[in-house]
């Protein structure tokens, strides 16, 4: 019998212990191997790169490859010739890996070896080393998510390579030379105190669990090697951020024990940042909420437990009694099918578009500026585009803290694959080390930097005029407005040297060719920085111009990417949790409604529906008194967090749905807990719009349900209070929910859970079942026909400018180790060990120059509130600007100073720049809560952004 490898030609035909197997030209001995499904060592080999041919272990003989008698060679890094003869079994080559396998298990604390090496040596019938164990080091224990042994390295190098090559940190090398070459960060200073970020790719590839985490696995198996039988292993999707990495999970008794990247997954090729890898504890977490809670005693009561029907009931009545003053926000950690169904249920069962979730607070404005000007709110390309780019423009995007995986697919294409990189941030991001030029414009002044580079790509002739006339429309009229920003103009606004414009525009507009001279893309990638402001979607439009200018979109190794933040806003959004539009974008008031309300079998809203941001407002107003909140918690989320609490403290009734308790479920009257992603089938839409499944691997804590299911069984009863038909919620389960989804979306059509487990995830849009999926949009035409350029103008940078009371800048954002407002990373020890409280970064020269130390607890005031954080001096910020994430640590939140003032098409906050006051804790508030409108930052501003009752 001939095994196949997946076809590749040309290919030939060897034998392994007598199999036959056919090999691609230029495959090594060790894929024949493989092929033949023989378990042969391979203790230096990385999983995903060249080998190494340094253990020695994966030895085997040939014979008939290049004539003479049988040779011993590498495996890994011994090409296979045609009608070789290999021969994994004989005498000779067992003999030399067992004593290579006897001296490798020798060098381990207990000369049993673990992991990989010790599996294989007793494969080789080594229970033991045959070599006295060496004197040991000390076990390195400073990492909080793994430890070093030195007593088990055998110096193979491949957590140096996974670290190095694979995520392109570089935090590890071998240090020293002959006896002393060990494994260590830089100077052998504590890992705390390097660059690591403890990703574990390097745990994932040690074969002698030299490197072990620290929690989750049994005590002798390494990360890649658990051998009990009572393991499973599930591939599944990350539940943290839109990279949407593939995660091989294993789990014993219950427990999980150790995860994987998984090399094959084509958004994270077998990366994973510290989230992914040791961040999934939560879901075994003591504090999941497990029984569903009714307040009892009216407003002021306790939250106790009921029955689910109890609570079932109690919902489904308020909710009829809320009819006409109802909204829900889905949730963007939840699956796709539970916001079709959440989605389903406020506009078929409740009557109303008042249906929103966090993309509000993220890629609102980028949405808005992509569906004017292109015709669709969604990223245009894939990840692979970056990996062949020729230039990446990287704007308002912390990546290596927000995406990390993606920062690393980036810093391989400049150190790898010579692209340049232009990193726009006011802040000094890690990036930066990388990258070719790096701008910092003031906060709010983006339309300006970017019309500059247009201005710029104009004047020197870098435009693609064919593409523009070919393409787009509204050329000439946006043209007439760039033509007056010059890049001194620019400079005079945004504060970037107009020398730097020049450069970035040049290096955009003409993206640096290969190494082989081919001509290559620019690909634009954006984050928050461009979104969170109030002028958030001119700020995406002016970027989207660039694109359109010179033709960087539609084609290979170009295209526009807005990062999207959770794991699946993309995939809320995809379903319909928008107020603004039906499933897959269609809108509710065109001809999509009528296909609807056949399937549905109801009469649908016609009226659009609240956003999120303006739901806040109707509650202080009274006209919403009820809202249904799922997977999200805005009140640490959303920005002036005493107006937010004011606005959930005067609703009639607020029902939670979630996994853990937190700030807006303290309030409810009724919380009803979820199953999480670790407990239930379904899909996430990542950020490249790639669907993915979701896998269960951990039973639900107590009576925790499915959030679909939730939902559905509170429509069957909304709909029964009502006496109307119960039906169009009874689904066998998220497959079905799918099917019915796909049977409705066209930018889904052509897929199922099915065709997902045969083929993996896939980019949307895939029409039809034969269809591949669309890594590019736009190679023909934009989804709007052609492209539109939109003229937009400088206007004020912020709501709220430093003044004299308030003299710096905030900007908030996300931290590698904590996820969004920190109700599940607050639940992983090591990620709350790594950050346990919130700090605020500030340049040493102002610290310095308001006394502060390093470590201080420091009050930061606005005209909102204050809060007291801990000072990080950090040479990363500018003189005159602070930056604190958004996570809520011991009590501490920085959505307590924010500002709410809005973008007005999109309904974004201002989260990106408020204006502070740095000041010792305990003093006293000076800053009045003036009228609302001037708190909210919606008066009008006059000349240098100062408001009403402001003073300088
Ligand atoms: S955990 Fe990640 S960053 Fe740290 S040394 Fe290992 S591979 Fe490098
Ligand atoms: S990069 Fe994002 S998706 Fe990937 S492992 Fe980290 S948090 Fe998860």
């Keep these: 019998m001939t095994l196949d490898l997946p076809v590749r030609v040309p290919s030939f035909d060897v034998t392994v212990d007598g199999r036959a197997v056919r090999v691609p030209r230029g495959a090594m001995i060790l894929e024949a191997v493989d092929a033949a499904q023989v378990d042969l060592p391979r203790l230096c080999r990385p999983d995903a790169r060249a080998p190494l041919g340094a253990c020695r272990t994966c030895l085997v003989e040939v014979e008939g490859a290049g004539g003479g008698g049988a040779r011993l060679v590498a495996a890994c890094h011994t090409p296979a010739a045609e009608g070789a003869s290999i021969h994994t079994d004989g005498e000779r080559a067992q003999r030399i890996r067992r004593g290579v396998l006897d001296l490798t298990i ?91 970020t403890s990703c574990g790719q390097c745990v994932s590839q040690c074969p002698t669990g030299a490197l072990m985490p620290k929690r989750g696995l049994p005590a002798r198996a390494s990360g890649r090697e658990v051998e009990t039988s009572s393991v499973t292993e599930t591939e599944t999707t990350c539940p943290y951020c839109g990279v949407g990495c593939g995660l091989s999970v294993r789990v014993e008794n219950d427990r999980i024990a150790w995860v994987d990247g998984m090399p094959d997954n084509q958004s994270s090729q077998g990366m994973t940042c510290v989230k992914g890898r040791f961040g999934l504890e939560f879901a075994q977490s003591p504090d999941r909420l497990t029984h569903p809670l009714i307040r009892r005693g009216g407003k002021g009561g306790a939250l106790e437990r009921s029955t689910w029907d109890e609570a079932l009931d109690l919902v489904a009545r308020k909710f009829v009694a809320s009819l006409g003053s109802f909204a829900g926000i889905a949730s963007a950690k939840a699956t796709n099918e539970d916001g079709y169904v959440m989605q389903k249920f406020v506009r078929a069962v409740m009557g109303t578009n008042n249906i929103d979730h966090c993309s509000r607070l993220c890629h609102a404005p980028s949405v808005v500026a992509l569906q004017e000007m292109v015709g669709s709110g969604a990223t245009s390309n894939s990840y692979a585009d970056y990996d062949i780019a020729g230039t990446l423009l990287v704007v308002g995007s912390d990546t290596a803290q927000n995406h990390p995986v993606i920062a690393s697919r980036l810093r391989r294409a400049v150190e790898d694959r010579g692209a340049a990189m232009i990193v726009v941030n006011p802040i000094r991001i890690d990036l930066c080390d990388v990258a070719e030029i790096h701008l910092q414009p003031h906060p709010g002044t983006d339309v ?204 009639d009734f607020l029902v939670v749905q979630d996994i853990f308790m937190h700030e807006t479920a303290e309030m409810a009257d009724v919380v ?70 796909a049977s409705l979306m066209p930018i889904i059509a052509g897929l199922s859970h099915g065709r997902l487990e045969r ?29 539109r350029f939109i003229a937009v103008e400088q206007g004020p940078p912020a709501a709220e400018l430093p003044s004299r009371r308030f003299p710096y800048t905030l900007i908030t954002g996300r931290s590698l180790y904590h996820w969004h407002t920190g109700v599940i990373t607050r639940r992983v020890p090591g990620l709350l060990g ?119």
């Design 106 to 196: 020798g060098m381990s604390r207990d000369g049993a070896g673990q992991g990989t090496a010790a599996r294989h040596a007793r494969a080789h019938g080594l229970a033991a080393s045959s070599y006295r164990p060496r004197p040991r080091a000390p076990r390195d224990e400073t990492n909080l998510f793994f430890t070093l042994d030195m007593a088990d390295c055998i110096l193979c190098g491949r957590c140096v390579d996974a670290c190095q090559r694979t995520q392109h940190i570089g935090a590890i090398g071998i240090n020293g030379r002959g006896p002393t070459a060990h494994v260590g960060v830089a100077f052998d200073a504590a890992w705390e105190d390097s660059i690591c």
């Design 448 to 651: 300006a930097l970017f019309n500059a580079m247009a201005h710029v790509i104009l004047d020197e002739g870098l435009w693609d005029a064919a593409f523009v006339e070919a393409r787009t429309e509204g050329f000439e009229a946006w043209r007439r407005v760039v033509e007056q920003v010059t890049p001194e103009e620019a400079e005079r606004r945004c504060g970037v040297p107009a020398d730097d414009i020049r450069r970035a525009a040049r290096l955009y507009a003409r993206p640096r060719p290969g190494r082989d001279g081919a001509a290559r893309g620019s690909c634009l990638i954006w984050g928050m920085g461009v979104t969170q402001h109030t002028n958030g979607s001119d700020n995406a439009r002016a970027l989207i111009n660039l694109a359109l200018l010179t033709g960087q979109v539609g084609g290979p190794g170009n295209g526009i990417s807005p990062l999207r933040g959770q794991n699946n806003v993309q995939g809320c959004s995809d379903s319909g949790c928008l107020p603004n539009s039906l499933p897959g974008y269609e809108p509710y008031d065109g001809p999509a409604h009528a296909k609807y309300e056949a399937a549905w079998g109801v009469d649908l809203p016609r009226a659009m529906g609240m956003q999120s941001t303006h739901m806040i407002d109707a509650m202080v107003e009274g006209t919403l008194r009820t809202m249904y909140v799922v997977g999200e918690n805005p009140l640490i989320s959303d920005p002036y967090l005493a107006h937010t609490r004011d606005a959930f403290a005067s609703l």
């Design 672 to 741: 009803l807990p979820a199953a999480s992603f670790a407990e239930k089938y379904g899909t996430f839409t990542n950020s490249e719009r790639r669907v993915q499944l979701v896998r269960p691997f951990l039973p639900a804590p107590g009576e925790a349900r499915e959030d679909w299911a939730i939902t559905a069984e509170i429509a069957r009863r909304v709909q029964r209070i009502l006496e109307r038909p119960v039906h169009g919620f009874d689904y066998a389960g998220a497959g079905a929910i799918f099917d019915e989804m």
């Design 759 to 787: 083929e993996g995830g896939l980019q949307w849009p895939v029409p039809d079942d034969g269809h591949p999926g669309t890594p590019t949009l736009f190679e023909a035409e934009f989804a709007s026909g052609r492209g």
């Design 834 to 952: 790594q950050v346990p409280v919130v700090a605020v970064d500030m340049h040493p020269a102002d610290a310095a120059s308001l006394g502060f130390a390093e470590g201080d607890a420091v009050q930061l005031a606005t005209r909102r509130g204050e809060i007291v954080a801990e000072l990080h001096v950090d040479t990363r910020m500018r003189r005159g600007e602070l930056f604190v994430p958004f996570v809520q640590l011991q009590g501490v939140a920085v959505n307590f100073l924010t500002n709410d003032a809005l973008d007005v098409p999109s309904g974004i906050p201002e989260f990106k720049a408020c204006a502070v006051r740095v000041e010792r804790p305990g003093t006293p508030a000076r800053a009045g809560r003036g009228p609302r409108e001037q708190r909210k930052g919606r008066a009008p501003v006059g000349p240098g952004g100062l408001r009403p009752g402001d003073e300088r």
